[in-house]
């Protein structure tokens, strides 16, 4: 299994009522499987903190939950986790973070471990599926017995990395649904919230007492005495690979620390290093714990994530790197047909700044198109143009642009915002109808739930004229001159104006257009390559008596969307 696999596994297992999240790489496919396993027992939600939410609902009433996101998700679930942590839980509330070291899909490289400490929350980490699947099972457990949520954080590698697990099969528990009915403990006014912080300072000591009597999450393999490694999740991977003799304390658990079991092992050498992808949060817990012989980030980089020739540099040994072959590089860049490049197309014609946002639509920044101008997290655009346009910038000269399900995610509040300060700011919603950049994962405004059956659909453009919006077009996002003609009309009306370019992803199942080739027609003017478009290249050849770049249509790739024909000055493309 992957570890992604053997937690949706474990959940089933453990019983829960319900896996909720929002998809995000590297956790998406939790719930995806989950949502196939016996019962169906999962949904996506239109955002993390909402997810978090009704994963506290569900503990509350008394039943299993978990709550699946990636690291940057538990930024929007910050609002309720820190509260969650006083109210405590009733039902086992499992919150599963998959950070993201090296960057692979994510717009930053955070470590989840400091939530863990802010909120005081226990995090359990897996170095492997099968301690995916264990630890799931015990953070269940552990969720009731100690009246918390249970952070279960993984990274990529972790997360993605395939190995064998043994199943226990279904456990018996005891949940029964019953209502919240103490409302000292469930509603954090002031008052009751002053006694419940007292009950998580109790429970931070008692479960690193239990940690402490437990060695669970301990794992201590004594070989030889002249180093000795402290580590954590896929680190310790490659720590293996790395230093197969040396001697290690393997952490399963890093908020709280066995700091007692730490300071035991870290007396037996001279040497102590401490292995961590990322931030040097367990180096400088152990540090202030008065464990003075650690060498930690002065070896191992702060960035990026790991690899057995990175340990192995860092702890001093030798090691032969497996050779790799180079491999064509494969810059990233929206799909042939994808109906996002039309709209880009027009944006960098008119010359327009681009306020942007997290999606497939981010590869707008990539050349040729290059009309991305800024770019922060979920829901960003809308307010970044607002705010320039309040600095003073003219409000024809920027344009925010957001997907669908980013837009249901966190960019609603962006155009109430808008309306209610009655900025005069132009929004294009980039609407193919799926959560494309994860997978093609439904959401609200799709009309299919995460099982694929019917559900009800958000109407996006119902729901904007409902906030308040005058000017509100949809526009055919393979038209060109549509685009223009809707896109400066918008830009010179006094007011929010929103354009909703509307085309089905191209990877979603359906008949493509009629495939389109050059013609002896074309004068080799490189317009159809300035579009981007992965299915047309060129190549030398001779045209009129002189060798030029020949523009090439593959007709494997190309799904007929007529881009390339639109913006031809000689229509040589047929």
């Keep these: 299994m992957t570890g992604n696999q053997a937690i949706a596994t474990a959940a089933l297992d453990a019983g829960v009522a319900l896996g909720v999240g929002y998809p995000g790489t590297p956790s998406t496919e939790v719930l995806e499987i989950l949502s196939k396993l016996d019962g169906g027992k999962a949904e996506w939600a239109a955002n993390e903190k909402t997810a978090l939410e009704i994963g506290a609902g569900v503990s509350f009433a008394g039943q299993r939950a978990i709550v699946t996101m990636k690291h940057v998700g538990l930024n929007v679930a910050a609002d309720p986790l820190f509260t969650i942590s006083y109210t405590g839980v009733k039902g086992g509330l499992v919150i599963y973070v998959a950070d993201d070291p090296g960057m692979h899909s994510s717009q930053n490289e955070q470590d989840s471990r400091h939530y863990a400490r802010a909120a005081k929350i226990a995090m359990l980490e897996p170095s492997s599926s099968q301690e995916a699947y264990d630890f799931t099972l015990k953070a269940f457990e552990l969720s009731e017995k100690f ?65 402490e009597e437990d060695s669970y999450f301990t794992k201590i393999e004594m070989n030889d005495t002249k180093i000795g490694i402290i580590t954590n999740s896929a680190a310790y991977n490659y720590v ?93 860049a929206l799909c042939a047909g994808c109906p996002h490049r039309s709209v880009f197309t027009i944006l960098k014609k008119l010359g327009l700044t681009v306020s942007g946002d997290i999606g497939c639509y981010t590869l707008g920044v990539m050349p040729p198109l290059g009309t991305i101008d800024a770019c922060i997290c979920m829901g960003a655009s809308i307010g970044m143009a607002h705010g320039m346009i309040k600095a003073g910038a003219q409000s ?94 918008s830009l010179n009306f006094d007011g929010p104006s929103v354009i909703i370019a509307k085309r089905p992803c191209m990877l979603i199942p359906h008949e493509d257009g009629k495939k389109r080739k050059v013609t002896d027609k074309c004068i080799a003017c490189g317009s159809c390559l300035k579009v981007g478009c992965p299915a047309i290249y060129k190549q030398k050849g001779e045209m009129r008596g002189r060798t030029v770049d020949i523009p090439v249509i593959d007709a494997a790739q190309c799904r007929g969307c007529d881009l390339c024909k639109q913006v031809c000055p000689v229509s040589a493309i047929e």
Excluded: W
């Excluded at 070896?299 to 790197?321: T, W, Y």
């Design 147 to 211: 009246d918390t949520p249970i952070i279960l954080r993984s990274t990529t590698r972790v997360s993605h990395g395939k190995s064998f697990v043994v199943t226990r099969g279904k456990t018996e528990n005891d949940c029964v649904t019953v209502l919240p009915d103490n409302r000292q403990k469930y509603v954090m006014v002031p008052a009751f919230a002053k006694k419940r912080h007292v009950i998580v300072e109790e429970r931070q000591i008692a479960l690193a007492k239990m940690l």
């Design 396 to 489: 024809d000269k920027i344009v925010a642009v957001i997907g669908d399900s980013t837009f249901i995610h966190s960019g609603i509040t962006g155009i109430v915002d808008m309306v209610y300060n009655k900025v005069p700011s132009t929004v294009i919603i980039l609407d193919n109808g799926i959560t494309a950049m994860t997978g093609r994962q439904e959401n609200p405004a799709s009309g299919r739930d995460i099982a694929h059956a019917s559900a009800p659909a958000i109407d996006i453009f119902a729901l904007i004229k409902a906030i308040g919006v005058v000017d509100v077009k949809e526009i055919d996002a393979y038209n060109l001159a549509a685009i223009e003609e809707g896109l400066r009309d």
């Design 240 to 332: 293996k690979e790395a230093a197969p003799t040396a001697s290690i304390l393997k952490l399963g658990i890093t908020n709280p620390l066995p700091v007692e079991k730490c300071k035991d092992f870290a007396a037996k050498f001279e040497k102590l290093y401490v292995v961590e992808e990322l931030d040097p949060i367990i180096e400088r817990d152990l540090k202030a714990a008065g464990i003075s012989n650690i060498i930690g980030k002065e070896s191992f980089p702060i960035l990026g994530e790991f690899n057995p020739d990175i340990v192995a540099r860092g702890l001093g040994v030798p090691f032969d790197e497996m050779p790799i072959d180079e491999l064509p590089q494969r810059p990233p």
